[in-house]
């Protein structure tokens, strides 16, 4: 979005590394989970005219608390944006958000879409699948951390269906819907073209990150629950572990769209997966130039 003219201005509860990486962003610290109002957002709109919003938590904990990140605060922020007259909202929120889910994090999450589809906004949702990605965080840590196991890779699940998408498409489909070249309206899925059993994306981060060969190994559904239950509670205590229930359940889900309106192709990450995802393309796009606000 730099590369596309527009002035950016990131939020998040941490923003020292991010005013690091990029020192032309104009960066608020502030915590979502307590923006639950509209009054709370209005003075961190002025001047904005597009807003997208990544933000996100695995499971509830002591910094973590789902129904204030997911929902609560997104429909504050849609109605501060129809007050502040900012129109345009980008949603990214996750693959297989479920209003019936009863697994927190999907439910809460598609109650944010709902949000966001409900307005009058000029919006766009985009549902990415496994982000791949240098950083990883939730199902994608839990995937690499598997992946570098000593000797064989401990797979529970193994033959569920996985689509991924490099972060860079993710990126690319968001710069779109700002610029105005994707329609308004629209809830996309970001998928690869075919879906591939978890075993196998397993094997391909085990290559990607440089290790010898090792075979893939099913683990029982039991042992990856206890496991589960074990990080949750270590969590209570501040150690987020990529070893988590939510984690495990989303992998249990299987990483797939739901609605079947997969993006225009040229979004859909279905090039090879590690050869060509991992490197440095910039891409640029045309674009009005606008203020954009990203959360």
């Known amino acids: 979005m730099i590369e596309d003219g527009h002035d950016l201005v990131g939020l998040g509860r941490d923003v020292r590394e991010a005013r690091r990486r990029k020192p032309g962003v104009e960066w608020i610290l502030a915590d979502m989970s307590r923006l639950l109002a509209a009054a709370d957002w209005g003075p961190l709109l002025a001047g904005v005219e597009a807003v997208v919003n990544a933000s996100g938590a695995l499971q509830d904990g002591p910094r973590d608390h789902l129904d204030a990140i997911h929902w609560l605060s997104v429909a504050a922020l849609v109605t501060?944006?129809?007050?502040?007259?900012?129109?345009?909202?980008?949603?990214?929120?996750?693959?297989?958000?479920?209003?019936?889910?009863?697994?927190?994090?999907?439910?809460?999450?598609?109650?944010?879409?709902?949000?966001?589809?409900?307005?009058?906004?000029?919006?766009?949702?985009?549902?990415?699948?496994?982000?791949?990605?240098?950083?990883?965080?939730?199902?994608?840590?839990?995937?690499?951390?598997?992946?570098?196991?000593?000797?064989?890779?401990?797979?529970?699940?193994?033959?569920?269906?996985?689509?991924?998408?490099?972060?860079?498409?993710?990126?690319?489909?968001?710069?779109?819907?700002?610029?105005?070249?994707?329609?308004?309206?629209?809830?996309?899925?970001?998928?690869?073209?075919?879906?591939?059993?978890?075993?196998a994306v397993l094997l391909e981060f085990r290559a990607w990150l440089g290790l010898p060969k090792a075979p893939v190994v099913a683990v029982p559904a039991i042992v990856g629950r206890l496991a589960g239950t074990a990080a949750d509670g270590l969590g209570l205590l501040g150690w987020r572990s990529p070893l988590r229930s939510a984690a495990l359940a989303a992998l249990e889900k299987g990483a797939l769209p739901a609605t079947r309106n997969p993006g225009p192709k040229s979004l859909i990450a279905h090039r090879n997966l590690w050869k060509q995802r991992w490197r440095l393309c910039r891409r640029r796009f045309r674009s009005g130039g606008s203020r954009a606000f990203g959360c």
């Open 80 to 199: 501060a944006c129809e007050q502040a007259g900012a129109r345009r909202l980008v949603q990214i929120p996750a693959i297989g958000a479920d209003l019936d889910s009863d697994n927190a994090f999907f439910r809460t999450k598609a109650e944010g879409d709902r949000a966001v589809a409900s307005s009058s906004l000029e919006w766009t949702i985009l549902r990415p699948g496994l982000v791949i990605a240098p950083a990883a965080y939730g199902g994608t840590a839990l995937l690499r951390a598997l992946a570098a196991f000593p000797s064989f890779i401990p797979a529970v699940l193994a033959d569920r269906p996985i689509q991924t998408v490099s972060v860079m498409d993710v990126a690319e489909a968001v710069s779109r819907a700002v610029g105005g070249s994707l329609a308004r309206g629209q809830i996309i899925d970001l998928v690869e073209e075919r879906a591939r059993p978890l075993g």
